[in-house]
T-cell receptor, first 111, second 116 residues
Framework: EDQVTQSPEALRLQEGESSSLNCSYT??????LFWYRQDPGKGPEFLFT???AGEEKEKERLKATLTKKESFLHITAPKPEDSATYLC????????????FGKGTTLSVSS | GAGVSQSPSNKVTEKGKDVELRCDPI?????LYWYRQSLGQGLEFLIY????????KSGLPSDRFSAERTGGSVSTLTIQRTQQEDSAVYLC??????????????FGDGTRLSIL
């Protein structure tokens, strides 16, 4: 069964304290792995797509990496405005085009 | 519009009533998706449209749920005889996707449905 597990469920950081979020996946053929950011009361906002192991993408303080079994979202020197829930999703070759989401990691960054 | 638009943003209704939720995708996006997000749960896929047809309805939880899309644009999700377990945020997404591609999906802000 295709599955996505994110850890930790919640993460509290001080401003400037770098850390990583984990997304482990089990899929029958990965078509793509997606990272989204979701603020309270809003829909998910697209961040990155990763397609193959070894690929990396960066945007401001965020860097996403991908292996054959997991993806990491590294947050360097976070700021309070980085506080949000970060969602990981996979598109599996045999699941059509629907995304399979993890439950997310809620990040809180305090100043 | 610039993004995916959903209406209403909030809907409160009594158990047993029917509700219609609307999604207006990004202009030119051929693929449209409905998801459901319940408290403490991940996003759950409901249905996928390519143009006006729905090749994947596998996520619809019961026959009380239906959806249609007209003109390759606006979609409505209808829930008949609502139950309390239908309370959730219903999210719509669209992408410039064709079969076999992996373009990112762009989401609206959802409709928060509360069943009393």
């Amino acid at each position: 069964e295709d599955q996505v597990t994110q850890s930790p469920e919640a993460l509290r950081l001080q401003e400037g304290e770098s850390s990583s979020l984990n997304c482990s996946y089990t899929v029958s053929g990965l078509r793509g792995l997606f990272w989204y950011r979701q603020d309270p009361g809003k829909g998910p906002e697209f961040l990155f797509t990763l397609y193959s192991a070894g690929e990396e993408k960066e945007k401001e303080r965020l860097k996403a990496t991908l292996t054959k079994k997991e993806s990491f979202l590294h947050i360097t020197a976070p700021k309070p405005e980085d506080s949000a829930t970060y969602l990981c999703a996979v598109q599996a070759a045999q699941a059509g085009t629907a995304l399979i989401f993890g439950k997310g990691t809620t990040l809180s960054v305090s100043s | 519009g610039a993004g995916v638009s959903q209406s209403p943003s909030n809907k409160v209704t009594e158990k047993g009533k029917d509700v219609e939720l609307r999604c207006d995708p990004i202009s030119g996006h051929t693929a449209l998706y409905w998801y459901r997000q319940s408290l403490g749960q991940g996003l759950e896929f409901l249905i996928y449209f390519q143009g006006n047809s729905a090749p994947d309805k596998s996520g619809l939880p019961s026959d009380r749920f239906s959806a249609e899309r007209t003109g390759g644009s606006v979609s409505t999700l209808t829930i008949q005889r609502t139950q309390q377990e239908d309370s959730a945020v219903y999210l719509c997404a669209s992408s410039p996707q064709w079969a076999g591609s992996n373009q990112p999906q762009h989401f609206g802000d959802g409709t928060r449905l509360s069943i009393l």
